[in-house]
């Protein structure tokens, strides 16, 4: 029998990806916008329906739906090697790029909670750990060897 | 039996002649009673607007019918034609086809693009319904340019873009900070532009509109005028944490908000963005606070700016608008000649 762990595991950081997707599409729309609104340089036939409080909005929610799906599912996963492995942790780099990912995001919630930063400069965070995780997705099958390897 | 037109617009005259024949809404159902009884005129319609007075007719003579609606148009006083003459217009047949098409769909109003005279076309054509001048042919005419109107307006972008100052002002804000509804205001200076800009915004719902000034006799003038709160001018920087938008038209000679006072300001509304618009000159806002994170500032010339680039844009569009009423009108023509030939 599949280890339900696993299968919970999978399911989360699928959902958690796509929560991480939609908040990377905001993030680059809202930079556009943000960038012509600051050169007061506007596009001729006129800006996307969005504002840059919906944009911004939309980002934190799914920003914040993706980082809990994904602690989640990273639980999930430490359990499921666990069971398979006996051990919570075995280095697979998989697993470190998404402990990095982790922290990263969970740094991007802070300091968007914490007020400390708004707009443009969360926005641009967030692309960045955005490319972080789909390296984690992609990048490291590509270039590491693991548990997470298509074989 | 021709089609016509006989008018008078904004190209042509200016207003103190164009007031002289403007029909005003009361006078019309009379005005359109009389103009079936102008001989040669067989069905009639007219358009009475602030940037035009135009009659737009079938006719069974041509050289009596303009005379006659010339007259009719100038109230038949004694030289007024003559002394209108250059200012009144007459087209015929597809000429005046192509004109209603313009007019209709806002490539002839002052400001191109516009959609309000649409509205005004199809209650002119309701009026004369209402009278019964109107025809088959003034029938037929008319629902086609109703429909060229809203093929152009779809198919080219004449209506694209916001082109007065204070549209581009609430369009931006509307951008920057999502819905208008819960949003608070502050005027800083209690002029003209300021009077207007905050009915502009109050207009567009905002919540709660601060006022202050030097005098504080006149922001409280202001402020009752547009349910808000007079605030002295020493003590406006502490309600700059609670508003949204400040719009700034002060006579001070020098910036009253440099990026050294906005800075903490924007900490301490923990980097909520706002919207600065500085419609002062000499300005009130060194240019410089633009570059805070969160901060939008536009003054006068910004957005005077954006309203020449979009009409820029219009007229840019002209051509293409031209080409699909030509052939709206050669195609409504044809239909015409049809109809004159089997009677």
């Given amino acids: 029998m599949a280890n339900i762990f696993l299968i919970i595991h999978i399911l989360l950081s699928c959902l958690s990806y796509l929560g991480f997707s939609l908040a990377f599409f905001s993030a680059v729309v809202f930079l556009w916008m943000e960038r012509r609104l600051k050169a007061k340089h506007l596009p001729k036939l006129g800006f996307l329906p969005w504002s840059l409080e919906s944009l911004d909005n939309f980002n934190t929610k799914t920003l914040m739906g993706g980082f809990v799906f994904f602690t989640v599912g990273l639980i999930a996963g430490i359990i499921a090697t666990k069971q398979r492995f006996g051990?919570?942790?075995?280095?697979?780099?998989?697993?470190?790029?998404?402990?990095?990912?982790?922290?990263f995001y969970a740094g991007i919630v802070w300091v968007r909670f914490s007020y400390t930063l708004r707009g443009r400069k969360v926005m641009l965070l967030a692309s960045l750990a955005f490319g972080m995780v789909l390296f984690t997705f992609i990048g490291v099958n590509v270039f590491f060897q693991g548990i997470h390897s298509i074989r | 039996m021709n089609l016509i037109t006989v008018g008078i617009s904004h190209k042509t005259a200016p207003i103190e002649e164009r007031e002289a024949l403007f029909f005003s809404g009361k006078e019309l159902p009379s005005a359109l009673q009389?103009?079936?009884?102008?001989?040669?005129?067989?069905?009639?319609?007219?358009?009475?607007?602030?940037?035009?007075?135009?009659?737009?007719?079938?006719?069974?003579?041509?050289k009596e019918g303009e005379e006659k609606l010339k007259h009719f148009l100038c109230r038949n006083v004694p030289g007024r034609v003559g002394k209108m003459n250059g200012k009144l217009y007459t087209f015929l047949d597809d000429e005046s086809v192509i004109h209603l098409f313009k007019v209709a769909s806002g490539v002839d109003s002052m400001v191109v693009g516009e959609s309000e005279i649409l509205g005004q076309v199809k209650q002119a054509y309701q009026e004369a319904v209402k009278a019964q001048t109107t025809g088959k042919v003034m029938h037929t005419l008319f629902q086609k340019s109703f429909q060229t109107a809203k093929m152009v307006r779809q198919q080219t972008g004449i209506g694209k873009g916001f082109v007065s100052v204070s549209s581009v002002a609430v369009s931006l804000a509307k951008k920057i900070l999502g819905g208008l509804a819960d949003r608070k205001v502050m005027i800083l200076g209690a002029g003209e532009m300021s009077q207007l800009a905050a009915k502009t915004l109050r207009d567009e719902g905002v919540s709660s509109i601060v006022v202050s000034n030097r005098s504080y006799d006149r922001a409280q003038e202001l402020a009752v005028l547009f349910n808000g709160k007079a605030v002295h001018f020493e003590e406006y920087p502490r309600f700059m944490n609670q508003v949204d938008i400040i719009i700034s038209s002060t006579a001070a000679p020098h910036f009253i908000l440099s990026k050294k006072t906005v800075a903490p300001l924007m900490k301490e509304r923990k980097q909520r963005?706002?919207?600065?618009?500085?419609?002062?000159?000499?300005?009130?806002?060194?240019?410089?606070?633009?570059?805070?994170?969160?901060?939008?500032?536009?003054?006068?010339?910004?957005?005077?700016?954006?309203?020449?680039?979009n009409v820029t844009y219009r007229e840019g569009q002209l051509v293409l608008c031209y080409s699909l009423i030509e052939q709206k009108s050669e195609r409504f023509m044809s239909w015409f000649h049809q109809i004159r030939s089997s009677r």
């Fill in chain 1, 87 to 103: 051990r919570f942790f075995i280095g697979d780099p998989k697993e470190l790029w998404s402990f990095a990912s982790w922290l």
């Fill in chain 2, 34 to 62: 009389r103009l079936t009884e102008v001989p040669a005129v067989q069905e009639g319609v007219i358009l009475s607007t602030c940037n035009r007075v135009e009659i737009y007719g079938l006719i069974s003579d041509t």
């Fill in chain 2, 273 to 309: 963005p706002l919207f600065l618009l500085d419609i002062a000159v000499p300005r009130d806002i060194d240019p410089a606070v633009n570059e805070l994170d969160n901060v939008y500032l536009y003054d006068i010339d910004d957005l005077e700016g954006i309203v020449k680039e």
